[in-house]
C-alpha cells in the first residue's frame, strides 16, 4: 500500500516562497513509469494540477505556474517537493501530492495540507 504525506508550513506571507515535502511510503519515487504530482484546491473552487516530477526526475509543469513553480526529489529519503514563488492570498489552498501512472491516472493521494497565504 503506497502511503504519501504531505508536509510544510499551513501559514505563508504574501511574495514568500511556499515549500511543501511529500513523503512517500510503501513504493519507490524512482520506480518506473511512476509520476508524482502536485495538485491544489483553492477553498470552494476546482482541483488544480500544478506539476509532476518523474521515476526519472523529469519536470513538468501547469504553463499558468510554470514562472514560479519547482518541483525536485531527494531519492534518498524517498521525497518530492513543491516550491512556489512570490505567492500571493490566492495561492491559500489545500495542497495534496498523488502518484500517476501515464494513460491510467492517479491511484494514490495524499491526505491534503491547507497552505494560507496572509500576512
Known amino acids: 500500500q503506497v502511503q504519501l504525506q504531505e508536509s510544510g508550513p499551513g501559514l505563508v506571507k504574501p511574495s514568500q516562497t511556499l515549500s511543501l515535502t511529500c513523503t512517500v511510503s510503501?513504493?519507490?519515487?524512482?520506480?518506473?513509469?511512476?509520476?508524482w504530482s502536485w495538485i491544489r484546491q483553492p477553498p470552494g473552487k476546482g482541483l488544480e494540477w500544478m506539476g509532476v516530477?518523474?521515476?526519472?526526475?523529469?519536470?513538468y509543469y501547469s504553463p499558468s505556474l510554470k514562472s514560479r513553480t519547482s518541483i525536485s526529489r531527494d531519492t534518498s529519503k524517498n521525497q518530492f517537493s513543491l516550491q512556489l514563488s512570490s505567492v500571493t492570498p490566492e495561492a491559500t489552498a489545500v495542497y495534496y501530492c498523488?502518484?500517476?501512472?501515464?494513460?491510467?491516472?492517479?491511484?494514490?493521494w495524499g491526505k491534503g495540507t491547507l497552505v494560507t497565504v496572509s500576512s
Open positions: 516530477i518523474t521515476y526519472d526526475g523529469r519536470s
Open positions: 498523488a502518484r500517476d501512472l501515464p494513460l491510467h491516472g492517479i491511484d494514490y
Open positions: 510503501g513504493g519507490s519515487i524512482t520506480t518506473s513509469y511512476y509520476a
